[in-house]
């Protein structure tokens, strides 16, 4: 299992209003999920652009600034962003945490 430690304090920025809430509902649906596994991630920042075509550009942020981590996910859809930020913060918490598997429904 997981450390029990570290906690989770997250922050979503999304230039798109209209995908605020459905990405936002994702995202705590997969936080819950870690959660009931036993991972809490500490202080994290997660920030999903979507550019003018409607294309994501997402960035995951963790506390200091050389752990931040982008990516360009152009094509993908709301969860496969999700996804990617999970894994990404995930990732890079494996100092911290046993080594895990994350699904996603």
């Known amino acids: ?3 029990s430690r570290a906690t ?6 999304l230039q798109n209003d209209e995908y605020f809430l459905p990405v936002l509902r994702l995202l705590v649906r997969q ?12 202080y994290v920042s997660l920030r999903v652009d ?7 550009v997402a960035y995951a942020k963790l506390d200091g600034a050389d752990r931040t981590v982008t990516g360009n996910l152009k094509g993908k859809n709301e969860l ?8 990404r913060l995930v990732d890079a918490f494996q ?4 080594k895990h598997r994350l699904t996603f429904e």
Do not use: T
């Not at 989770?8 to 920025?13: C, M």
């Not at 819950?32 to 500490?42: C, T, V």
């Not at 979507?50 to 994501?56: A, L, N, P, Q």
């Open 1 to 3: 299992m997981f450390s």
């Open 8 to 13: 989770a304090s997250i922050a979503l920025f």
């Open 31 to 42: 936080i819950e999920m870690m959660h009931k596994k036993g991972l809490k991630l500490e």
């Open 50 to 56: 979507v550019d003018e075509r409607g294309d994501y």
């Open 80 to 87: 496969e962003v999700v996804k990617w930020l999970l894994h």
């Open 95 to 98: 100092a911290r945490v046993k």
